[in-house]
Each structure stands twice: as C-alpha cells, then as structure tokens.
C-alpha cells in the first residue's frame, strides 16, 4: 500500500491525518442533514461512505470501524471542548470558533492538562461540523 502525506496503516491499527479527519467530518454532517443519523449515532451505510470515501481519495485502506473508532475519538475532543468552553475564567470567540484564555489561564490549564494546550487560544476549524455531528 502506498502512503500519501501522514497517513499510515500500522497492522490494524488506523492512522487518521487532519484532512481525512476534516472529510470524515464534512462527510458526516451531510448525512445527518439527509437524515441518517436518527439519534445520537449514524446509520451503518454512513460509515461505510466515509470509508470508502477517505480509501479512495487519500489510497489507504480505511474501514467502518475505522470510522465508527476516531468518531469516538471526536466525540472525546468534543467533551474537551464543551468542558473548557464552560470553565470559569474562559471565553468564546463566535466569529473564530475559538476558546480564549488569558497567558495565566492558559499556562495553569496546560500545566494540569497539556493536552489541552491544543484547544486554546486556537481557530477550532471543523467546530461547525463538530456541532453537527456531535
């Protein structure tokens, strides 16, 4: 199999870069808008279309659990988001989709959570899509 870009196939293991992310995404909220996420999950045939989708645009071999597994992984990123988005201290930009903290904020934050670091004081770009469907 040939990689293009990051993305690799290790075993079973499936390795998501930030565009197939961002099409998993786009591709998920047009279908809750055709209505094929009756509840808080998708239709199985969804699935199926973002992975068969994301195998032929980015030559990878990318199957429904793939797609079923990092959108679990989103709904995690989600729960960050709406957590931090909440805490005292915390502010949201509408126009740039972005969590703001001041330097002090930010540097305690990061110093109990570093993984956090990566939602603050940056654009959230598929927030939107997130919204949808998540």
């Known amino acids: 199999m040939s990689t293009t870009q990051n ?3 290790k075993g079973k293991h499936f390795t998501w870069s930030k565009p197939m992310s961002h ?6 909220a047009e279908e809750a808008f055709k209505g094929n996420k009756p509840s808080s999950t998708f239709r199985a045939e969804s699935f199926v279309k973002v992975a068969t989708e994301i195998s032929q645009k ?14 679990k992984t989103v709904k995690k990123e989600w729960g960050i988001i709406t957590k931090l988005k909440n805490k005292s201290g915390f502010g949201w930009d ?10 002090d904020v930010y540097d305690e934050e990061v110093k ?12 959230l770009d598929m927030y939107e899509a997130m919204t949808i469907v998540v």
């Open 7 to 9: 993305e690799k196939c």
């Open 23 to 28: 099409m998993l995404l786009e591709i998920l």
């Open 58 to 71: 980015f030559n990878v071999q990318c199957e429904p659990k793939h797609v079923d597994n990092h959108l």
């Open 94 to 103: 509408d126009c740039l989709n972005m969590i703001t903290v001041s330097k």
């Open 112 to 123: 109990a959570h570093p993984n956090h670091g990566k939602y603050l004081n940056k654009k």
